[in-house]
């Protein structure tokens, strides 16, 4: 029974700080292509009016692949951190990616005259970012792994 907590406990071992940056990088770009197919899509089904705007600015391509791109960086530290000051890492970054994610829905929803249909859109291309983030550093980003 010892054996098999203390191999629990072994895999939730995360990689080096350097690994993991590069693996929030694959992260980020992944995040970024999936989000950019998201709204391209509600884009062509007319779900993302470029007369709404959010914090002064339409919400371009651009401006959706920077948003996935970065948690995924600001992630990949998170899991560091965990993994050089916890017990689980892996468990707690996937608990705070769910925090976060659930927080995260609000900002959709405060965007003023915003249609519901991009109000859907972006919660997808939110949920989406969390998911593709969250597999790669969890799957690629544990010691031993990728």
Do not use: C, K, W
């Not at 700080?17 to 884009?43: C, D, E, H, T």
């Not at 000051?85 to 927080?103: G, H």
Request: aromatic share 6%; charged share 10%; net charge positive.
């Amino acid at each position: 029974m010892e054996a098999t907590q203390g191999n629990r406990v072994g895999g939730e071992q995360v990689a080096g700080f350097g690994r993991l940056l590069i693996y929030g990088v694959v992260a980020g770009v992944a995040a970024a292509v999936a989000n950019a197919v998201v709204y391209l899509l509600a884009s062509a089904l007319g779900a993302m009016p470029q007369d709404v705007v959010a914090n002064g600015q339409p919400i371009t391509l651009g401006a959706v692949a920077t948003s996935s791109f970065v948690p995924a960086i600001l992630a990949a530290l998170l899991l560091a951190l965990l993994g050089r000051f916890t017990r689980r890492p892996v468990s707690i970054f996937r608990i705070v990616a769910v925090v976060l994610l659930v927080v995260s829905f609000v900002t959709p929803f405060s965007i003023p005259g915003a249609p519901i249909a991009m109000i859907v859109a972006l919660l997808l291309m939110h949920v989406v970012a969390a998911a593709v983030i969250v597999a790669v550093l969890t799957r690629f980003g544990r010691r031993g792994r990728g």
